[in-house]
């Protein structure tokens, strides 16, 4: 008689959560993705209240926007998903290219130079915990 093969049990596996990402964007901004990731640099990987204090001393204007959309993906943190504000950290901050607008300019001997007038979408995802 043949012997009955064992049956392989399986094991299951813990599932770990995913960590929950909260995102704010803002687009069709007028000012250069280049000189928003300039800035955006400096707060990735940081805590959301540090990158906060951070974009509030900087000089720079793409430093208001940055902060702007930063409070609002820590008010969706704390709104929709009823996260502490203290225990945030910036996933990813990221500034793309938007639509570009494309304005003329009187040239030399009647001609037209072309302006290139550039816009940005910014995105900034926060998680919870470190």
Do not use: D
Request: proline letters at 3%; zero cysteines.
């Amino acid at each position: 008689m043949p012997e009955k093969k064992e049956q392989k049990v399986k094991e299951k596996k813990e599932i770990k959560a995913a960590p929950v990402l909260i995102k704010a964007e803002a687009k069709t901004l007028r000012i250069t993705p280049l000189k928003v990731n300039r800035i955006l640099k400096l707060i990735r990987g940081k805590k959301a209240v540090e990158g906060l204090t951070i974009l509030q001393f900087m000089p720079h204007s793409a430093a208001r926007y940055a902060e702007k959309v930063l409070k609002s993906a820590i008010a969706n943190a704390e709104h929709n998903n009823k996260l502490n504000k203290e225990n945030l950290v910036i996933a990813t901050a990221i500034a793309n290219s938007g639509t570009l607008l494309k304005r003329w300019r009187a040239g030399g001997k009647g001609r037209a130079q072309r302006i290139k007038k550039y816009t940005s979408h910014i995105r900034i995802v926060v998680k919870e915990g470190r």
